[in-house]
């Protein structure tokens, strides 16, 4: 690991371009963990409507990256960044920024499904209760859209008043999403949304990210590399907090151009 | 051979210490002799001298340190001791707070000397009687308590009647009585004043008209005793409260006349108008109060023709009003169910009414309402600030030296001596912010202090601050056993802090600041020292809470169930009789709190079922 990283940071780049242009762009985007660099110059784009995929080995900084996209790592002490995330244009660390704006354009889905202890409909809704909409009819008619967009519909349409802790975990999760796309946001961040599930549910929730890709951008860390093959349409590796390769998810399952990425892939290190 | 056991060993390592299991692996074959758990050093030792015996399965070997049973015994005798303990005492204030009211039998004791006494047995024990008594006694005697290797065995009877004996209770050595005899007519009468009488009644005067004994059923002494409660409760009602609200009304009056005096001076043509206004005011309640004594009079007039004349085991003569009695019953004569009447009324009468007789008869529910208003009061005001503190230090300060410093002054304070508190609460909220109070809103009242002193509020504010700590250390570790990933899921909705905290972690931690709230109050309901200082007092004029504007008076002194148990049990001026008391409003007490502790747990566990279902 170098001291000063050098600023073409030696990625390769091959990934598609999107049909709807470009939504975000991260630029020269750095990360300490108080002395403890954890990105190093990151450049890199994602194109609205399509699936981003971001693999690689534990503790290549994939996690911290997305977390970095929607600043929930805002929250740990001793955080700072350098760098830029554009969105839209609009610098997402600008200090004129607000965060919890900036946080509403953006859904999350976190690793362990995280379902509040409230009744189902409740937590799809909680999204536009915060934004301090009340009319009945709007919060009902989103929470019927999120579920239905989420494929949770069918299985909890007569019990929308239980609490949403008595729901499976893959159940659990999938409502995860409906939350997280209850405020029609822009982006969806995903940090390895099918960790904490079976096989039957990950198959549910890769259906459904099929199902949203063009309507929402999305971002997905994950660890596995079929899932990432399945669900992505471009892939980014990263390794030791730099990006290594960034590209079309066929090709970088089939014919990286870095020898890393190969090695990734084919499950020689990781 | 070797090579197998040695990873079959090294395999086992594995399991026992996954972290440093390579690093064993290689000395594993000398371990084998080695039976209790071989630090590092033991095994270079044994390597020194090695020898291969029979392997043995380590884990098999019977380890006395290892496998745990003296802790298990350590641990479940000390349980074992503390429940043992709790259920001694429990048992011992039940028992006895439980049986306090159960009419007992009278006796008629018949002494050596000619005398007699008439009392309900308070309890016996074995005694040594001194030389010089055992000198006076007769040959007989001295030979009997030579048997029981110099011991004699004594009763207390509870003889009641103090304006005849001036005691109300007496020792009677066994030795002393001839005989002993339960004789129908005896009656237990409590009264209004003096403790209970115990003897016969002689007759009854209705107004001139004289019932003799002959000719007295149950029936009329029941229904006269009846209307003679009926004119004391009357007497009673105009005296407490009708001529106690024109007093206040009274008081009122000039309360006004005097801060108008205060405001534009006494010469000033509003005060000449308020002067005006309050003669024809207190002229009318004047007027008002000399009807009322005039009624009083006119009852108690009546009321002293109605006597009865009681006579005491010896034959000396008592007459009493009819409305003196509270209660009585011919103690030998109950049935079963006459009993259970009995005792129910007492424990009726315990929980509803007043104290008499400085504390020792009566009930005790100013002391019931004192407790319960002061002890929500406390919950009420301890519960925001202990939970406001706690939000910051967890939620909102950088964790970091200073808070650590903060939380360990937040621990320490609840070692402090609770009387630190009082003597706190006394200068700081009643001399100080209290007289201030005075001062500013209540100047016509003074001298008499009404903020100035203490009171329900002060009361409340100490023990407030003496378990604000519990709240704290409880509601922050409740915080912080809220998962993470519920506050970044509500942040990553794009909810404030403040939301996340109001909408998920608040509700979430209720639960374990419910527990903090619930220890809080067992522990301000039972504090007694510092009350003793900031407005408990042993007889409250006024309840807390009444029908004068405005209703809740936290200036109010109020009385306190652990208190009472104080006053009663060593203040009195008989200990023997106030000792059954003790026991009772102990009971109470301790009801009292658990009450209050199984409302607050029911509505944890409601909490609780809420947010702790399902699969996570």
């Known amino acids: 690991m170098t001291e000063t990283p050098d600023t073409t940071n030696g990625t390769v780049y091959h990934f598609e371009k999107g049909p709807q242009g470009t939504l975000m762009a991260i630029e020269d985007f750095n990360l300490w963990y108080g002395h403890k660099q954890a990105l190093f110059d990151v450049n890199m784009t994602v194109e609205r409507g399509f699936v981003t995929a971001l693999i690689g080995p534990s503790g290549c900084g994939k996690s911290t990256l997305l977390r970095s996209i929607n600043r929930m790592n805002d929250l740990i002490d001793g955080l700072t960044t350098k760098g830029k995330i554009l969105l839209d244009a609009t610098d997402i660390y600008d200090p004129d920024v607000d965060v919890i704006g900036l946080r509403k354009a953006m859904g999350m889905v976190f690793q362990k499904p995280n379902p509040f202890p409230m009744s189902i409909a409740d937590n799809v809704s909680y999204p536009l209760r915060v934004d301090g909409i009340r009319d009945k009819k709007i919060l009902r008619e989103t929470v019927v859209n999120a579920l239905q967009a989420s494929a949770l519909w069918d299985e909890v349409e007569d019990r929308l008043e239980d609490n949403a802790l008595g729901l499976s975990g893959g159940q659990q999760q999938r409502l995860c999403i409906a939350r997280a796309i209850a405020g029609d946001p822009d982006v969806l961040l995903m940090d390895e949304p099918c960790s904490a599930l079976d096989p039957v549910a990950t198959a549910k929730i890769e259906d459904l990210i099929d199902e949203l890709r063009g309507r929402y951008t999305i971002v997905i860390v994950t660890h596995n590399m079929q899932q990432a093959a399945r669900v992505s349409d471009n892939t980014a590796f990263m390794y030791l907090g730099r990006l290594i390769e960034y590209g079309e998810t066929s090709r970088i399952f089939t014919n990286p151009k870095v020898e890393k990425t190969m090695e990734y892939v084919t499950g020689r290190f990781g | ?616």
Request: net charge positive; hydrophobic share 45%.
């Open chain 2, 1 to 616: 051979m070797k090579t197998r056991r040695n990873k079959e060993n090294s395999a086992r390592d594995d399991e026992q210490t996954p972290t440093n299991a390579g690093g064993t692996a290689f000395n594993s074959e000398v371990r084998l002799n080695v039976n209790s758990k071989a630090t590092r050093q033991g095994t270079d030792e044994a390597a020194s001298a090695p020898q291969l015996i029979t392997p043995q399965r380590k884990s098999m070997v019977w380890d006395f340190k290892a496998r745990g049973e003296p802790f298990l015994w350590l641990f479940g005798g000390g349980l074992c001791v503390g429940i043992a303990m709790i259920i001694g005492f429990v048992v011992l204030i039940v028992y006895n707070g439980i049986l306090t009211f159960y009419p007992r039998p009278i006796q008629v004791v018949l002494l050596r000397d000619g005398s007699r006494l008439a009392g309900e047995v308070a309890r016996a024990e074995d005694f040594r009687p001194g030389p010089e008594v055992m000198a006076k006694l007769s040959e007989e005697t001295r030979k009997e308590i030579a048997v029981h290797e110099g011991f004699a065995r004594r009763t207390l009877y509870r003889i009641g009647n103090f304006d005849l004996y001036n005691e109300d209770f007496r020792w009677v050595v066994d030795y002393e009585i001839s005989g002993s005899t339960t004789p129908e007519d005896m009656f237990f009468i409590e009264r209004m004043e003096w403790g209970p009488f115990i003897g016969t009644i002689k007759s009854l005067d209705l107004n001139g008209k004289v019932i003799e004994k002959s000719s007295l059923s149950m029936e009329t002494l029941d229904a006269e005793q009846t209307r003679g409660a009926g004119r004391r409760e009357r007497i009673r009602g105009i005296e407490r409260g009708e001529i106690a609200a024109v007093n206040h009304y009274l008081e009122e009056e000039r309360l006004k006349l005097k801060k108008v005096g205060l405001q534009f001076g006494q010469k000033s043509p509003q005060y000449a108008e308020a002067e005006k206004e309050f003669k024809t005011n207190s002229e009318r309640l004047e007027l008002q109060y000399r009807d009322l004594a005039k009624e009083v009079a006119a009852i108690k007039e009546k009321d002293a023709q109605y006597t009865i004349a009681l006579a005491d085991v010896s034959g000396r003569e008592k007459t009493l009003k009819l409305s003196d009695i509270v209660r009585f019953y011919p103690a030998n004569k109950l049935t079963f169910s006459g009993k259970i009447g009995v005792y129910l009324s007492r424990w009726w009468e315990f929980l509803t009414q007043e104290p008499r007789e400085a504390n020792t008869e009566g009930g005790v529910m100013p002391a019931i309402f004192g407790t319960f208003c002061m002890t929500i009061l406390m919950a009420l005001l301890v519960a925001p600030f202990g939970v406001i503190a706690a939000l910051y230090l967890r939620e909102y300060a950088k964790q970091g030296r200073l808070v650590s410093l903060v939380r360990i002054c937040v621990n320490n304070l609840a070692g402090v001596p609770s009387i630190v508190y009082g003597v706190f609460g006394l200068g700081f909220f009643a001399y100080i912010l209290g007289g201030n109070i005075d001062r500013l809103f209540y100047p016509e009242r003074l001298p008499t202090p009404t903020f100035g002193t203490g009171g329900l509020l002060w009361a409340s504010l100490t023990l407030a601050l003496l378990t604000v700590p519990v709240v704290i250390v409880a509601t922050e570790e409740a915080l912080a056993a809220v998962p993470q990933s519920m506050r970044e899921g509500s942040l990553a909705c794009g909810a404030s802090k403040w939301q996340t905290i109001k909408y998920i972690v608040l509700p979430r931690a209720m639960p374990g600041i419910m527990t903090g709230l619930i220890l809080a109050m067992a522990r301000g309901a039972g504090e007694v020292a510092p009350l003793m200082l900031v407005g408990v007092v042993k007889l409250a004029p006024e309840l807390p809470i009444d029908h004068f504007f405005p209703y809740i008076h936290l200036d109010r002194s109020f009385m306190h169930l652990g208190f009472h148990i104080f006053d009663v049990g060593f203040q009195s001026r008989n200990s023997e009789a106030a000792k059954p008391m003790v026991y009772v409003t102990t009971l109470l007490l301790i009801s009292l709190v658990f009450a209050m502790n199984a409302a607050s747990i029911m509505i944890r566990n409601r909490l609780k079922r809420k947010f702790f279902t399902g699969h996570f």
